[in-house]
């Protein structure tokens, strides 16, 4: 009777299991080709299934099927077994080397941009601004309007500006959190803005994402000669004390006056030189006196207050200060490139 060859067939392979030497898995291993193989003895049942009548069918396969598993699970357990009587063999004859050197754990490394961006942020904190992160979304109003930035102007083009909804944009400034922290705060206060900006633009020196860092200051009476003053010390610590500062007149929509400012070019101290193209001065930011009509808008009295307002690049200050040639290595992620740092 079939299933008579079931059982004897199990008690087979009990018998044949408990003589095997448990510290052997190349032997228990045999075991388990000999029953549960392409051409083993467990297999071999399965293939007789199409020599019973439809009635015995069903049972004898469910049987068979028990075997299967019950000589799979006790292989397996006789394996483990196995496995730990080789290790700790190998723990008691076997002499261990703990002073060998061990495979290298590397060390990571901050990001130069993020070492940038703590540099920057302790820099500010230490003259008593407060950090304010704001939000990677804005709204028309906050990115552009409250900016007194007009609706014909070109920064709110398709061309340049990822939008997600009718106007809501990833935001092409951090100044956006300037007009939301004015909203929220009454002068005297200071405060900067650093964060992730979004342009459609992608080459060497241009990236669709980048990083800003924001300032601005109001109170009574502050004054053009205060922003020059603070940015010398700021780019003093960011460069060395020998850099200097020149300002350039230039036009933002959000600040009257506005200004471009240079820094002396830190590869070749102002001597002029390939990277300066020859100048002696590298461009490094903008600022200005907050526009009267922007304080209007966030509900401060222009005629109380006065204010400025700076912003960089922290890609292009950690460019300059690493001397990184293509702004693409700060976001490629390339272990080779980081590695350096
Ligand atoms: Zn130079």
Redesign the pocket.
Known sequence: MISKNIQELKAAFEAELKLVDLNASTEIDAIRVKYLGKKGLVTGLLKQMGTLSDADRPLFGKKVNDLKTFVTSEIERALSVAKEAALNQKLESGFIDYTLPADGIGAGSTHPLYDVREEIIDFFAQMGFEVDFGRDIETDWYNFEALNTPPDHPSRDMQDTFYVADKVMLRTHTSGTQIHYMETHQPPFRMIAPGHVFRVDNDATHAPMFQQCEGLIVDENISFAQLKGVLQVFMNKLFGPHVKTRFRPSFFPFTEPSAEMDVS?V??DGS??R??KGT?WMEIGGCGSVDPNVFKNCGIDPEKYTGFAFGFGLDRIAMLKHAIPEIGLLTGNDQRFLSQF
Do not use: A, K, P, Y
């Open positions: 070019c590869f070749c002029g030189c990277r300066c002696g």
